[in-house]
C-alpha cells in the first residue's frame, strides 16, 4: 500500500477515533475490557467521588431513575467555576414545590479511569433532597442515564465494587446469573416482574428500576386497580425526593418474582397520590425497584442491548426489617457529628418513651454519637425485637435555643408490620 494512502487510513481512524471519544457519555480512559472503582454504600446507596472539570473530587450518588446529572448546590456550582446556559423552573415530586435550576453545559466529569465528556448538569439553587441528613455523608450531586447509556455497568454490592465495561465486552451471558429483558424509555429502565400480594392476587407490574431510591418494592395504587394494600400497614414517611418528604404506607407483600428470584414478605411502599402522580401514570409503570431490594444482588446494567444480568448477593435470603422503634433519625450537616430526632411514628415505642421531634441525641446506650454513623444507627433501631435501647437526649427551648434540659428515655423495639 502507498504511503501516502496508507497515512490517509490512519488520519482516518485517529479522526474516527476521536470523534466517537469526543460525543457526550461516559467512557473508559484505556483500552481495557473493564475497569473496577470502590464505592460507599450507605442503606444499598451507591456513592463515589467524582472530579468536575478537573476539581477537588465530592461525592455524587449513582442513580438508574433520574435523566439527567445533577448539582445539588449552586454556590459549590460557582465555587467549581460552572458555566450556565439557562435558567429552569421545575415541580418538585409532591407536584406542588417550586425549583429553580441552572443548566451547565460541556462539562467533564472524571471518575478516575472513566471520564464523562461534554455532560451537561442540571444545577439546583437550593438543595431540597439534603441528602446527607438521611444518608449520614455529604451527596453533592447524582449521576443519571448518560452514565450507562452507552457501557455494561456490573453493581457487586457485597464488596463495594462497580465494573465499567467496553461497550462490547460481555457478548454472553455470565455464568450463574439469569437474564431479564430491561426496556429503557425516556432515558429510564424498566422490567416487568411478579407480585404475590397480602390478597392473593397476582400481578405482573411494570417497575422502574431506581438505584437512588432507598426503598424496597415501591405500588402506586393511583395505576392500576389490581394493586391491594395489605390490611396490615402503617402510615409513614417513605422517601425523600425533590420537593420535599413522601408520605403513605408500608405493607408486605406475599413475595415478588425478578428473573426467576425470589423474594418472601417484601416490605412494600404505598405512597400517598400526589400532584405528580400523572407522570407516573403516563410512564404506563405501576412501581418501582429501589436498592433495599437491588442490593441484596449482583447486578448488570446492558442499556445497548436492553438486558439485565442478576444472580443472588450473599444476604439475599436475609429478611425485610423495618424500623421497630417509631423514630425517624436525621443528621445535621454540619462538621461535628450530630443526630436529631425528625418524627415520632404513633402509637409507636418512641412515643411511648416519652422522646419527641427535634430532640437532640447525645449517646445511645452510652456509647457518644460521634462514634456512630447514621447508618448503623438505623440497623440498631431494626435489630431485634424485645430490645432496649436507651437514648440521651437533649431537648431544646422552642424559643431560646442556648437553653435546653437533658433527658434519658428507654425504647423497647417492637416489630410494627
Given amino acids: 500500500m502507498p504511503k501516502k494512502i496508507a497515512l490517509t487510513y490512519f488520519l482516518l481512524f485517529i479522526s474516527w477515533f476521536q470523534g466517537w471519544t469526543q460525543v457526550p457519555g461516559f467512557f473508559l480512559k484505556e483500552d481495557k475490557r473493564k475497569v473496577t472503582i470502590p464505592f460507599y454504600s450507605s442503606n444499598s446507596l451507591i456513592i463515589v467521588p467524582v472530579s468536575i472539570n478537573g476539581n477537588q473530587p465530592v461525592n455524587f450518588m449513582i442513580d438508574t431513575g433520574v435523566r439527567a446529572n445533577i448539582l445539588f448546590s449552586k454556590t459549590l456550582g460557582d465555587e467549581l467555576g460552572l458555566e450556565y446556559s439557562r435558567r429552569l423552573s421545575l415541580v418538585g ?102 407480585v404475590k400480594q397480602k390478597s392473593g392476587k397476582i400481578i405482573e407490574p411494570k417497575l422502574l428500576i431506581d438505584t437512588g431510591a432507598n426503598h424496597g418494592l415501591l405500588l402506586n395504587r393511583e395505576t392500576t386497580d389490581d394493586i391491594d394494600m395489605p390490611s396490615k400497614v402503617i402510615e409513614s414517611e417513605i422517601g425523600q425526593s425533590l420537593g420535599g418528604l413522601l408520605y403513605g404506607f408500608i405493607g408486605r407483600v406475599d413475595y415478588l418474582k425478578i428473573a426467576k428470584l425470589k423474594l418472601e414478605e417484601v416490605l412494600t411502599s404505598y405512597p400517598d397520590t400526589t400532584a405528580f402522580s400523572y407522570v407516573i401514570k403516563d410512564s404506563g409503570r405501576q412501581g418501582s425497584l429501589g436498592a433495599e431490594v437491588l442490593g441484596r444482588t449482583k447486578v448488570i446494567f446492558d442499556y445497548p442491548r436492553e438486558r439485565i444480568f442478576i444472580k443472588k448477593a450473599n444476604n439475599f435470603y436475609s429478611p425485610f426489617e423495618f424500623d421497630m422503634s417509631g423514630l425517624s433519625i436525621k443528621k445535621l450537616p454540619v462538621d461535628q457529628t450530630r443526630f436529631f430526632i425528625s418524627d415520632v411514628r404513633e402509637n409507636s415505642p418512641g412515643a411511648r418513651s416519652g422522646a419527641l421531634p427535634l430532640d437532640e441525641i447525645i449517646a445511645i446506650n452510652k456509647v457518644p454519637v460521634f462514634i456512630w454513623e447514621l447508618v448503623e444507627i438505623n440497623k440498631l433501631l431494626r435489630s431485634e425485637e424485645g430490645r432496649v435501647i436507651e437514648l440521651e437526649l437533649r431537648r431544646y427551648d422552642p424559643v431560646d435555643s442556648k437553653k435546653w434540659e437533658s433527658l434519658s428515655v428507654r425504647v423497647r423495639l417492637q416489630k410494627q408490620i
Fill in 93 to 194: 415530586a409532591d407536584g406542588t414545590t417550586n425549583l429553580m435550576a441552572s443548566v451547565s453545559p460541556v462539562n467533564q466529569l472524571d471518575l478516575g479511569p472513566i471520564v464523562g465528556n461534554f455532560q451537561n448538569l442540571l444545577v439546583l439553587e437550593e438543595d431540597f433532597l439534603e441528602l446527607e441528613s438521611v444518608i449520614g455523608v455529604p451527596v453533592y450531586g447524582i449521576l443519571g442515564y448518560e452514565f450507562f447509556k452507552y457501557n455494561p455497568i456490573r453493581i457487586n454490592y457485597d464488596d463495594g465494587k462497580l465494573d465499567f465495561f467496553k461497550n462490547k465486552a460481555l457478548k454472553w451471558r455470565p455464568p450463574f446469573f439469569k437474564k431479564l429483558e430491561l426496556s429503557v424509555e425516556d432515558n429510564k429502565p424498566y422490567v416487568q416482574a411478579k
